[in-house]
């Protein structure tokens, strides 16, 4: 292996340009990674499709053959899902917690990072570390002082109680990403503004907030997916069922249906939720796949 | 308190753009503007995520039940009791065992799929990856973001013994010991089946997250380790490898994390800690001793313990690639 001191350039392996032509074992090579990665596609997409299809039979149906085509869409599954197992209402309570939760700690985030990133004072730094120390620990030790903090506010099994701890939990990540985004913007915008006469609060908001907009619609989509997929917080902390969000709901509908037995109703109901993320996927793949990718790049 | 001190050493673009200030002056606007931006958030942040922490270091070294007002200093009695609990060793184990394989698996199988897709294209001109290499991450992403627990709830579904995806197709093909065959119900195939589930729905993840440290490797690198005649596997393991190592170790990191952790994918796939508690992790532990047995003190004391062996293990990776020479190759 040489020892290369080439110098590098801006120019990644995958941007160049084809010519060249295959040799048989490039060809041959080419057609195995392509046959173990379509082996891993169809493991990822079967379940989910087999998992489509199954919410579409009855239950006697399901017992009968995994692979039986369902004779017709039995939508009773989904809105037997939707009201008697109340699925329905956590979807509502989800919507509510995750977009005020969403709402709140995005300003939150923004402001907090924008003071962080861009004044110095003292103890600044500390509080930077502080965040990220919250990042580092796992919430399972928070979970039983929270259980009472929650209790003594008066906020334990509400909804408001459950934004809250969401917010709080959401902020160390959404600050330590938007802290660069806000590091990375040229501080003569903001001299600028000052000098035409604009307060902080102005600068912020007309002019800082909208600069930073492509960080910060990267942070709200990873806060939705990791607010909509939150489980521990709920399952600790909001146990009136009439205050179920999905992720809980889901959980005690599986383990009850083990009785119970409709098969149907937990394969709609599994398809319920998945149809959110789903959708966001579709329409942000290209930005999340980006984001990842920015985090590496150096 | 120095502005030039770089918060995020390995991001360069990242390092303070803005000149050390002319110390501006406290008007109102400026106060109340930072009174506000920082003094929400932080109160928030201080009251619901930082004091519950510092409580639970503190309730780990009492006999709190939750319903007393007060409770006894107990000093290490805690951790003398669940560190000769074998439910609680056994979970423990669990989780080492996780925090070992699931990382490992993961990454070998992100790492080879991100390596087909960049650079294992043609031998000969630039170096290339497959075609329709958007679509396998895409379709290999996609799990990322589907709810853990979900996740966990359509493969105990598809595991099921006798209605079950997986069984349906082995029978099908011929292999009839698998009718009924309870995958997670057995001791010996329980974690393994549940760790699949997991390196299931992160393999697309890491995979993105390795093309892209990939794509920043100069391809002068490839060619000229090709003109030495290093084949596929020296060059993905001789000039592939090294060059992502910062990313390996991130990867680790998270995942070590997230087995440490597990807590989600247990409770929808085995909420009773699975056959002979062979998949039983410490959080479940945790959390049934706090809110079934309501023993908050002891639970506080299996939270610290969890926290120490999750900064042990970030430790350790950090020390695993110091020591095989990580800040002499990047």
């Given at each position: 292996m040489t020892t290369s001191t080439i110098p590098s350039t801006e120019e990644s392996a995958a941007y160049l340009p084809r010519k060249a032509h295959d040799t048989p074992g490039d060809r041959a090579f080419g057609s195995v990674s392509h046959i173990i990665l379509i082996i891993w596609a169809a493991i990822v997409i079967l379940p989910m499709l087999w998992t489509l299809m199954t919410s579409?039979?009855?239950t006697s149906q399901i017992f009968a053959s995994p692979f039986s085509l369902p004779d017709g869409l039995h939508l009773e599954n989904y809105t037997g899902a939707w009201t008697t197992a109340g699925i329905g209402n956590y979807f509502v309570n989800t919507v509510i917690v995750v977009g005020a939760a969403l709402v709140i700690v995005m300003v939150l985030g923004a402001m907090c990072s924008y003071v962080l990133a861009r004044f110095q004072f003292f103890g600044s730094r500390a509080i930077y570390y502080l965040m990220l120390a919250g990042l580092t620990f796992p919430i399972f030790l928070a979970i039983v002082p929270l259980f009472f903090t929650l209790k003594n506010f008066g906020i334990l099994n509400t909804l408001p109680g459950l934004i809250i701890t969401y917010v709080a939990f959401a902020l160390p990540f959404t600050v330590f990403f938007l802290f660069s985004f806000f590091r990375a913007l040229p501080g003569e915008v903001a001299e600028a503004a000052a000098i035409d006469g604009a307060g902080e609060w102005q600068t912020f908001f007309r002019i800082m907030l909208p600069m930073a907009r492509t960080g910060f619609a990267t942070v709200a989509i990873f806060n939705f997916l990791g607010l909509w997929n939150q489980f521990l917080i709920p399952v600790a902390l909001n146990t009136n069922v009439d205050n179920y969000v999905l992720s809980q709901g889901m959980a005690a509908f599986a383990s009850q249906?083990?009785?119970?037995v409709d098969f149907g109703q937990l394969f709609a109901a599994v398809v319920i939720t998945v149809t959110p993320v789903l959708i966001i996927y579709i329409l942000f793949s290209r930005q999340l796949q980006g984001s990842v990718s920015q985090g590496t790049n150096k | 308190m120095t502005a030039t001190l770089n918060v995020t050493p390995d991001r360069g673009e990242?390092?303070?753009?803005?000149?050390?200030?002319?110390r501006k002056k406290l008007t109102f606007d400026r106060v109340s503007f930072m009174l506000v931006f920082l003094g929400l958030p932080l109160a928030i942040?201080?009251?619901?995520?930082?004091?519950?922490f510092i409580q639970a270091c503190y309730y780990a070294l009492t006999d709190w039940s939750g319903f007393t007002p007060t409770q006894n200093f107990v000093g290490l009695a805690n951790f003398k009791r669940i560190f000769t609990d074998d439910i609680f060793l056994t979970a423990m184990g669990n989780n080492i065992l996780l925090a070992v394989v699931l990382p490992l698996v993961t990454i070998v199988i992100a790492f080879i799929f991100a390596s087909f897709v960049t650079v294992s294209g043609s031998s000969?001109?630039?170096?290339?990856?497959?075609?329709?290499?958007?679509?396998?991450r895409t379709v290999s992403f996609f799990p990322y973001v589907i709810p853990a627990i979900v996740i966990g709830i359509m493969w105990s579904l598809i595991y099921d013994p006798s209605n079950g995806l997986l069984n349906g197709i082995l029978t099908a093909i011929g292999l009839d010991q698998f009718q009924d065959f309870p995958w997670l119900g057995d001791e010996r195939t329980a974690m393994a089946a549940t760790i699949f589930v997991i390196v299931w729905s992160m393999v697309g993840f890491y995979m993105v997250l390795f093309v892209a440290a990939i794509k920043g490797i100069p391809a002068e690198y490839y060619e000229a380790a090709r003109v030495d005649g290093a084949g596929r596997f020296r060059i993905a393991v001789s000039v592939t490898l090294p060059m992502v190592r910062d990313t390996v170790q991130t990867a680790w990191i998270y995942l070590g994390i997230l087995a440490l952790d597990a807590f989600v994918y247990m409770a929808a796939m085995n909420p009773g800690g699975g056959p002979n508690n062979s998949t039983l992790v410490m959080a479940q532990q945790l959390f049934t001793t706090a809110f079934t047995k309501g023993q908050f003190g002891v639970a506080c004391a299996m939270g610290v313990v969890l926290a120490a062996v999750t900064l042990a293990?970030?430790?350790?990776?950090?020390?695993?690639n110091r020591l095989l020479g990580g800040k002499a190759d990047s």
């Open positions: 579409f039979k009855t249906a083990g009785y119970a | 990242f390092a303070p753009a803005r000149r050390r200030g002319v942040y201080l009251v619901f995520v930082v004091s519950p000969r001109g630039q170096t290339r990856g497959l075609k329709a290499s958007g679509f396998y293990f970030a430790g350790l990776v950090f020390l695993v």
